[in-house]
């Protein structure tokens, strides 16, 4: 099956900076999913990016599907944004989403 | 936009009994659901996919004795973990696809500690 592998592994940062968060894949997708779980473990949805780029706010996403890989964009990190993020494919016919191991970040005062 | 209702949040039962989990999609009809436990610092493991009227689909390893799931609904699927043991303990975690091409949307999960 396709494999799944995101980056860094943990991050930590101070209010205010930005940092990118990459999800490499092994084939090609048919659906991206980008997800924040906070400290309480509700999963958000933050962007479906199969290919291309989106923004909303302080976030933005680019997927670039020829090339394996999508890459989430925190600016101005706050608090708020701990937590761990998930990227999640699906690829052929499969209608079950793949998670990356996720990328735990930590945002301090 | 669509969302998935779980319940409860956080139970705690006694070696031995059963716990049912409910997972509703409150504005749209999910054909689809998943079940995932995730233990801590890990990602998602799934566990099975549900599907409305049919017999849900356990990923391998899994027990499908203790870990029951109904799909009788488009709009609900259950998890019922029976004779629960202290390793049953986690996080469980559902999930609808909001379309063929479209993407998941989860539920709150559900803590569960056995005593």
Not at chain 1, 12 to 19: P, R
Not at chain 1, 84 to 102: D, L
Not at chain 2, 61 to 73: P, R, T
Request: aromatic share 10%; net charge neutral; glycine share 8%.
């Amino acid at each position: 099956g396709i494999q799944v592998e995101q980056s860094p592994p943990d991050l930590i940062l101070q209010e205010g900076a930005n940092s990118t968060l990459r999800c490499n894949f092994s084939d090609s997708v048919n659906n991206l999913q980008w997800f924040h779980q906070n400290p309480w473990g509700q999963l958000i949805n933050l962007f479906y990016i199969p290919s291309g780029t989106k923004q909303n706010g302080r976030l933005s996403a680019t997927t670039v599907a020829t090339e394996r890989y999508s890459l989430l964009y925190i600016s101005s990190s706050q608090t708020t944004d701990s937590g761990v993020y998930f990227c999640a494919v699906r690829s052929g016919g499969s209608y079950i989403p793949t998670f990356g191991r996720g990328t735990s970040l930590i945002v301090h005062p | 936009g669509a969302v998935v209702s779980q319940h409860p949040s956080r139970v705690i039962c006694k070696s031995g009994t059963s716990v049912k989990i409910e997972c509703r999609s409150l504005d749209f009809q999910a054909t689809t659901m998943f079940w995932y436990r995730q233990f801590p610092k890990q990602s998602l493991m799934l566990m099975a996919t549900s599907n409305e009227g049919s017999k849900a689909t356990y990923e391998q390893g899994v027990e499908k004795d203790k870990f029951l799931i109904n799909h009788a609904s488009l709009t609900l699927s259950t998890l019922t973990v029976t004779s629960a043991h202290p390793e049953d303990s986690s996080f469980y975690i559902c999930s609808a696809a909001t379309g063929p091409q479209g993407g998941y949307t989860f539920g709150s999960g559900t803590r569960l500690t056995v005593v």
